[in-house]
């Protein structure tokens, strides 16, 4: 159906039209399966008296709410940059996630109280039969259809919002199977089955919620870029022979599609600088035009004598020495008549067992060690990758 109405209504067929109208399409049919599931189990649950079977219509409708709040952030995202937001508007597609995790995290605590009640106090209730029966085995093969439709375009847009819906929307499918079978069991026992099932719902729901909102939550605040991408980086950066390397790679995330990075690339020292120069911005337009992110990037020039390079190899040895996670740039060396400073970057990951005094003084002893006329002076920093 996605499919069909994808042909139907979709015109712009650029990365960005398909994603915004992609988007907008999952939130609308969403919106519209979600409230005839609603309806029917709010059917069901007044032929049974079943409060689990009201929880998960009450569930459905949250589901309708989640879905409008998405399909909000897909139209929102799409918009152009303007003068107040120079980096566009994607990063709305976040906010509606962390929206819809909100209603998602609302609606179980509601059902936790529902619940509760009912184990507290039973009340009788009717098996499914017949009617309410079968709308809740239908309602099992719309959410599966949903999660397939959710996850298969989630992925294809890498969309956190999506796959949210689509890990809910299995959640759902669990759910109503509980609802079904403990209804069907109350009729053998005077156990408050109903009740502990729409506990159970209840906690698909949070947890489902809780999984929503970290998948927004950390985009918002700001992640690692995946290795994929800085693999495709390095790979294309590398390709030039004027560049020998590349450190202190940033990746800001705006949104998905729009990505700003910059990094430090080292050249030679020795070379024309309006030759390198060529080099970098033939890498900005090729990084542009292949990964479609905004690149700015620092020349780093690195000397290529050979007491510079004997240097570095030794302290980039030392750096294996105290561990071989340390990595070494930006070398740089100061010789005078009876002293020699040697100035250089050590990265070290984060929650390193060395606090960064540690890692300093380490350097400077091993420095000494190597050549009492040598001085360490030593930058520790944490790698954004």
Same mark, same amino acid.
């Given at each position: 159906?996605?499919?069909?109405?994808?042909?139907?209504?979709?015109?712009?067929?650029?990365?960005?039209?398909?994603?915004?109208?992609?988007?907008?399409?999952?939130?609308?049919?969403?919106?519209?399966?979600?409230?005839?599931?609603?309806?029917? %189990?709010?059917?069901?649950?007044?032929?049974?008296?079943?409060?689990?079977?009201?929880?998960?219509?009450?569930?459905?409708?949250?589901?309708?709410?989640?879905?409008?709040?998405?399909?909000?952030?897909?139209?929102?995202?799409?918009? %152009?940059?303007?003068?107040?937001?120079?980096?566009?508007?994607?990063?709305?597609?976040?906010?509606?996630?962390?929206?819809?995790?909100?209603?998602?995290?609302?609606?179980?605590?509601?059902?936790?109280?529902?619940?509760?009640?009912?184990?507290?106090?039973?009340?009788?209730?009717?098996?499914?039969?017949? $009617? !309410? !029966?079968?709308?809740?085995?239908?309602?099992?093969?719309?959410?599966?259809?949903?999660?397939?439709?959710?996850?298969?375009?989630?992925?294809?847009?890498?969309?956190?919002?999506?796959?949210?819906?689509?890990?809910?929307?299995?959640?759902?499918? !669990?759910?109503?199977?509980?609802?079904?079978?403990?209804?069907?069991?109350?009729?053998?026992?005077?156990?408050?089955?109903?009740?502990?099932?729409?506990?159970?719902?209840?906690?698909?729901?949070?947890?489902?919620?809780?999984?929503?909102?970290?998948? =927004?939550?950390?985009?918002?605040?700001?992640?690692?870029?995946?290795?994929?991408?800085? !693999?495709?980086?390095?790979?294309?950066?590398?390709?030039?022979?004027?560049?020998?390397?590349?450190?202190?790679?940033?990746?800001?995330?705006?949104?998905?599609?729009?990505?700003?990075?910059?990094?430090?690339?080292?050249?030679?020292?020795?070379?024309?600088?309006? =030759?390198?120069?060529?080099?970098?911005?033939?890498?900005?337009?090729?990084?542009?035009?292949?990964?479609?992110?905004?690149?700015?990037?620092?020349?780093?020039?690195?000397?290529?004598?050979?007491? $510079? %390079?004997?240097?570095?190899?030794?302290?980039?040895?030392?750096?294996?020495?105290?561990?071989?996670?340390?990595?070494?740039?930006?070398?740089?060396?100061?010789?005078?008549?009876?002293?020699?400073?040697?100035?250089?970057?050590?990265?070290?990951?984060?929650?390193?067992?060395?606090?960064?005094?540690?890692?300093?003084?380490?350097?400077? $002893?091993?420095?000494?060690?190597?050549?009492?006329?040598?001085?360490?002076?030593?930058?520790?920093?944490?790698?954004?990758?």
């Amino acid at each position: 159906m996605i499919t069909l109405l994808s042909r139907l209504f979709l015109r712009d067929r650029t990365e960005e039209g398909l994603r915004k109208g992609c988007g907008i399409l999952c939130g609308a049919v969403g919106v519209g399966l979600n409230l005839l599931l609603a309806l029917g %189990k709010l059917l069901a649950g007044l032929m049974s008296g079943s409060i689990a079977m009201l929880a998960d219509a009450a569930n459905n409708l949250s589901d309708a709410g989640s879905s409008f709040v998405s399909l909000l952030g897909f139209l929102l995202a799409g918009q %152009k940059p303007d003068l107040h937001h120079p980096f566009g508007h994607g990063r709305m597609e976040y906010l509606a996630g962390l929206g819809v995790s909100v209603l998602i995290l609302l609606m179980g605590a509601e059902l936790v109280k529902s619940s509760l009640t009912r184990i507290l106090h039973p009340a009788p209730m009717e098996s499914p039969v017949g $009617t !309410a !029966a079968l709308i809740l085995l239908a309602s099992i093969g719309v959410k599966l259809y949903m999660a397939y439709y959710n996850r298969r375009i989630g992925k294809k847009l890498n969309s956190a919002v999506l796959l949210a819906a689509a890990s809910d929307s299995l959640g759902d499918c !669990a759910a109503t199977a509980v609802v079904l079978l403990s209804s069907a069991a109350g009729r053998y026992t005077d156990l408050p089955l109903d009740g502990w099932a729409g506990l159970l719902v209840a906690g698909v729901i949070l947890w489902s919620g809780v999984q929503a909102m970290r998948s =927004t939550v950390d985009p918002l605040l700001g992640t690692p870029p995946s290795p994929e991408f800085v !693999a495709q980086i390095k790979d294309h950066v590398l390709n030039h022979s004027d560049i020998l390397g590349i450190h202190d790679l940033i990746v800001h995330d705006y949104g998905p599609g729009r990505r700003m990075v910059s990094f430090h690339a080292e050249v030679s020292a020795e070379q024309d600088v309006l =030759t390198l120069h060529d080099a970098v911005d033939r890498v900005e337009r090729e990084l542009r035009a292949d990964l479609g992110c905004e690149v700015v990037i620092h020349m780093d020039p690195l000397a290529s004598d050979s007491q $510079t %390079k004997d240097f570095r190899q030794r302290v980039e040895s030392l750096a294996r020495c105290i561990d071989s996670e340390i990595g070494v740039h930006d070398f740089r060396m100061v010789p005078s008549q009876n002293h020699i400073k040697l100035i250089f970057d050590a990265v070290v990951p984060f929650r390193f067992r060395l606090s960064d005094q540690e890692v300093e003084e380490k350097f400077q $002893t091993a420095v000494r060690a190597l050549d009492s006329r040598c001085e360490a002076i030593v930058n520790v920093e944490r790698s954004y990758t």
